[in-house]
C-alpha cells in the first residue's frame, strides 16, 4: 500500500520505517529541510537500536523516502499517518498546534479519498477537530473529496521501539467506517500474524486507550515510589516486597521498580495531558494528579538521600566542595533522550548546594552538552571509570547494563567518602557494604 507519514520523529520515523519493511510504499514529510537532506544521506537523527540499518536499506530499495514536499507527500498516500509532536501548553494540555497544521496542509492539497490517522497521542476529540480542519480547508478550494480521520495510537517504548513496532502486542484502530478499518487492517496485516492483535473501537475509545496505557503504568511506578518510601520510613526493603508481590499475575511483574522517578517524553505529558481532558469536562482526576506529585517529589529522593548523608538539609551551599560521580543523565537506558529526566533535577540540586558533577552517560553526553552548555561545575566524561577521579561519591540515575557490575573495591578507593547513593536499586547492599562503602538505594531501609 501507499503511505504517506507526517513527521520524522520518534514515533514517525520508526513506523514509516516499519511499514517501508514489510513491503509498503512510504513517503515520509517534514518541514525541518536539514533533518529530510540528513535521511536522505543515511542520518538518523536519534538514537534508536536497529534502526539505522533498517531506514538504509528501505531508502536504498525505494520503498521509504523522505521529503519536505507535502504536496507530493499528500498526493502519494492511500493512508496518510499524522505522527507529528503533541508538546504540553503551559497548562499541561496538549498543544495541538503541529497536528492542526499538518490537518491544514492535507486539506489544502487533498485531491482525492483518503484515510487520515492519527498517530499523535492526542486528546479524546482530537479526530473531530482534524477532521472539521481538513473540512474547511476543502470548502475554501470548493473542493470534495471523502475522507475519513482515525485513530491508531503508538505504543512503542523508546530504546526497543524498533521491535515493539515490528512485533506489537496489540493493534488499536479507532474507525467508524467499515472501509477505514479494511484499509488499516490490510495496512497491518503483516503484524498481525499467529493469533489477532488489532483491536477495532470507535474513534474516542481508541484515543482514550494511549492515555489511559501510559497512565496505567505510570500509576504503577507512582504507586512502588511511594510503598518504597513508606518501606524506606519502616525499616523494609522495597526490594523484597517487590518480589513479594510480583508473582501475583494481576500486579505482575513489570513497571513495579521504584526508582528516581519516571521521565521520559510521554508519561509525564501524557497524565497530566490527561487529568486536564477530564477536568475540561467537569471531573476532578484525583489519582492522576496524585500519580504526578509522587513522581515530583520522587525525583528529589536522591538528593533528600545525598542530603542525610552529609547531614545537611539546606540546599543553599550545603555541598560546596563536593564532587559527585553520575552514572547515567538520560530518562532510562538505550536512549539519548533526556527530556523530564530525574538526572536534570538531581544535578540541579546538586549545582544548588554548591557540588561538583562529573557524570557519564553512554549516549546522552551530546544531548547533555546541549542542555547545560559549558559549566564549571559539570565535567561530562567519556567513560564511567573516568568520573571517578576526584570525585567525593558515586550517583546512580540510570540502569544502563554497563552500570549493574562494578568494581565494588575499586569504587571504594576512589570515592573519598566511600559511598554509593543507588537511584535504581542496582546493586545488593551486602555486597556494596562488603567493600566498605555505604550504601543508599530507594525504599530499602538504609
Ligand atoms: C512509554 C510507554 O512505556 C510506551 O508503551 C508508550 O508507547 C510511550 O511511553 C509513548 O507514549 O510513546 P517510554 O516513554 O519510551 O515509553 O519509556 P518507558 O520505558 O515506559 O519508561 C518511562 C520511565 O519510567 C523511565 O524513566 C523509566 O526509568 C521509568 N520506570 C519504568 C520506572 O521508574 N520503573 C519501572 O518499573 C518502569
Known amino acids: 500500500m501507499r503511505v504517506t507519514i507526517f513527521g520524522t520523529g520518534y514515533v514517525g520515523l520508526v513506523t514509516g520505517t516499519c511499514l517501508a519493511d514489510v513491503g509498503h510504499d512510504v513517503i515520509c514529510v517534514d518541514i525541518d529541510q536539514a533533518k529530510v537532506d540528513g535521511l536522505n544521506r543515511g542520518v538518523i537523527p536519534i538514537y534508536e537500536p536497529g534502526l539505522e540499518p533498517m531506514v538504509k536499506a528501505n531508502h536504498a530499495a525505494g520503498r521509504l523516502r523522505f521529503t519536505t514536499d507535502a504536496e507530493v507527500a499528500v498526493a502519494h498516500g492511500d493512508v496518510v499517518f499524522i505522527a507529528v509532536g503533541t508538546p504540553p501548553d503551559e497548562d499541561g494540555s496538549a498543544d495541538l498546534k503541529y497536528v492542526l497544521a499538518v490537518a491544514r496542509t492535507i486539506g489544502r492539497h487533498l485531491e482525492r479519498q483518503v484515510v487520515v490517522v492519527n498517530k499523535s497521542t492526542v486528546p479524546v476529540g482530537t479526530a473531530d477537530k482534524v477532521r472539521a480542519t481538513i473540512a474547511a480547508e476543502l470548502a475554501s478550494r470548493g473542493a470534495e473529496f471523502g475522507f475519513e480521520v482515525a485513530s491508531n495510537p503508538e505504543f512503542l517504548k523508546e530504546g526497543d521501539a524498533v521491535n515493539d513496532c515490528m512485533r506489537p502486542d496489540r493493534i488499536v484502530i479507532g474507525a467508524s467506517s467499515a472501509t477505514a478499518v479494511d484499509k488499516l487492517k490490510r495496512l497491518y496485516a503483516p503484524f498481525n500474524r499467529n493469533h489477532e492483535r488489532i483491536v477495532v473501537m470507535d474513534v474516542r475509545s481508541a484515543e482514550l486507550t494511549k492515555y489511559a496505557a501510559n497512565a496505567m503504568l505510570a500509576t504503577k511506578i507512582s504507586f512502588m515510589n511511594e510503598i518504597a518510601n513508606i ?173 549493574r557490575s562494578p568494581d565494588f573495591q575499586r569504587l571504594s578507593q576512589s570515592l573519598a567518602d566511600r559511598v554509593i547513593f543507588d537511584g535504581r536499586n542496582l546493586y545488593h547492599p551486602d555486597e556494596v557494604e562488603a567493600a566498605g562503602l555505604a550504601y543508599y538505594g530507594i525504599g530499602r531501609g538504609r
Open 231 to 403: 518501606a524506606e520510613k519502616v525499616g523494609a526493603d522495597v526490594e523484597m516486597v517487590r518480589q513479594g508481590i510480583g508473582s501475583d499475575p494481576r500486579i505482575g511483574w513489570h513497571f513495579i521498580y521504584p526508582g528516581a522517578g519516571y521521565g521520559g517524553s510521554c508519561f509525564p505529558k501524557d497524565v497530566q495531558a490527561l487529568a486536564k481532558t477530564a477536568q475540561q469536562y467537569g471531573y476532578d482526576a484525583q489519582l492522576l494528579g496524585a500519580v504526578e506529585s509522587v513522581n515530583d517529589r520522587q525525583k528529589e529522593h536522591l538528593f533528600e538521600l545525598i542530603g542525610r548523608h552529609y547531614g545537611v538539609a539546606s540546599h543553599d551551599g550545603a555541598l560546596a566542595g563536593k564532587t559527585f560521580a553520575v552514572w547515567g543523565l538520560a530518562f532510562k537506558p538505550n536512549t539519548d533522550d533526556m527530556r523530564e529526566a530525574s538526572s536534570r533535577r538531581l544535578l540541579q540540586l546538586l549545582w544548588d548546594a554548591g557540588a561538583k558533577v562529573r557524570a557519564y552517560d553512554p549516549e546522552a553526553t551530546e544531548e547533555a552538552q546541549r542542555i547545560f552548555g559549558e559549566r564549571d561545575d559539570l565535567v561530562l566524561c567519556d567513560s564511567a571509570r573516568a568520573t571517578l577521579a576526584d570525585a567525593d561519591a558515586l550517583v546512580v540515575v540510570t540502569e544502563w547494563k554497563q552500570f
